[in-house]
């Protein structure tokens, strides 16, 4: 199995908070077929996929905005506000949102039937898929 790797998803993000509003409509349609996996080649990626849906759509509610270029002029004290109103900061937020999204929607089981994997192996990644997801949006952000 080739490794997932979701860099051209980080470079739109990226470019689309630093201002290049010809790219908003790449990062959307491809943030749209993540949330339905379409295209994805194995169990890793289709989880991953579908971390990045919600960790946008988690760091679009935790911001209160759903600009990344608004999200992207946010300082420092500007996130430590907004800590302190959700009470929780962004990485672990973004983490646990992935991790209780899997296991509400009972993902072990749904993507151990589809892409024929031992549900064990499918759980054993959901943590570190979240870290990495998370990771690279908080990377992409800031």
Do not use: C
């Amino acid at each position: 199995m080739k490794p997932v790797e979701f860099s051209q998803f980080f470079r739109l993000l990226n470019a689309v908070k630093e201002g290049q509003a010809e790219k908003r409509g790449e990062f959307e349609s491809l943030l749209n077929s993540y949330e339905k996996s379409e295209g994805s080649e194995n169990h890793l990626e289709q989880l991953g996929q579908m971390f990045l849906f919600i960790g946008i759509t988690e760091l679009y509610k935790y911001s209160g905005t759903d600009s990344l270029e608004e999200i992207g002029r946010i300082d420092k004290d500007g996130w430590e506000d907004i800590k302190e109103k959700s009470r929780a900061e962004l990485p672990p937020h973004l983490a646990n949102k992935m991790i209780i999204f899997a296991k509400e929607e009972g993902l072990s089981k749904e993507l151990s039937k589809k892409w024929g994997v031992a549900k064990r192996e499918v759980e054993r990644n959901v943590m570190g898929m979240a870290r990495y997801v998370t990771e690279g949006i908080i990377d992409a952000i800031d």
